[in-house]
């Protein structure tokens, strides 16, 4: 059964950085696109920042300039690097990705359990 294990997250003061990382374990034979979302309180879960297997990266407009996603494929993590944090980043942030699990099997989209990151003023 595959894992995906957020860290990172915590509490910051306006204008600081944090870094997030999520590190997927278990039998994977493949790792597609790893992705990070977040969700604020009474909000939609929306996308932080997506890269694909290549290295491509898209960002939400929020985020743009600010944050940086990247990969470590050998050890099928993901990182965040948060910078110029705002309380409007205060969220809930999930790690997804998508994978398989053998040559033949489809890509299964699969998330974290979440990790608080909060911003104070």
């Known amino acids: 059964q595959v894992q995906l294990v957020e860290s990172g997250g915590g509490l910051v003061q306006n204008g600081g950085s944090l870094r997030l990382s999520c590190a997927a374990s278990g039998s994977i034979f493949s790792m597609y696109h790893m992705a990070w979302y977040r969700q604020g309180p009474g909000e939609q879960r929306e996308l932080v920042a997506r890269?694909?297997?290549?290295?491509?990266?898209s960002y939400g407009d929020s985020v743009k300039g600010r944050f940086t996603i990247s990969r470590d494929n050998a050890k099928n993590t993901v990182y965040l690097q948060m910078n110029s944090l705002t309380p409007e980043d205060t969220a809930v942030y999930y790690c997804?990705?998508?994978?398989?699990?053998?040559?033949?099997?489809?890509?299964?989209?699969?998330w974290g359990q979440g990790t608080q990151v909060t911003v104070s003023s």
């Open positions: 997804n990705a998508g994978y398989r699990i053998t040559s033949m099997a489809s890509i299964t989209n699969s």
């Open positions: 890269i694909n297997i290549v290295g491509g990266t």
